[in-house]
């Protein structure tokens, strides 16, 4: 007998909130499912979280995936963020 693959997938998300909607989509169509999504967040300031945290409540009750995400502001996203919001005021 063969065992099944465990699946998971690691993404990294930095202002992505025109690109998350279509990514969640294609993972919802992975058969089989990924066990597991893991989301890191570098620092957005976009509405990238809002999309994860609905992603993640829209989630079939049937899918066993787990979604794990958090929000680390690395050194390099919080030095993109405060170049922003100095170019920007």
Known sequence: MTAM???????TVLNEVDNLPLLFDNINRLNPNPQQVILVDGGSNDDSIGIIQSFINELKPDN???IDW???ESKAGRAANEYRRSVSN
């Open 64 to 66: 066993d995936c787990k």
């Open 70 to 72: 958090q929000m680390t």
């Open 5 to 11: 693959a465990t699946v998971s997938i690691i993404i």
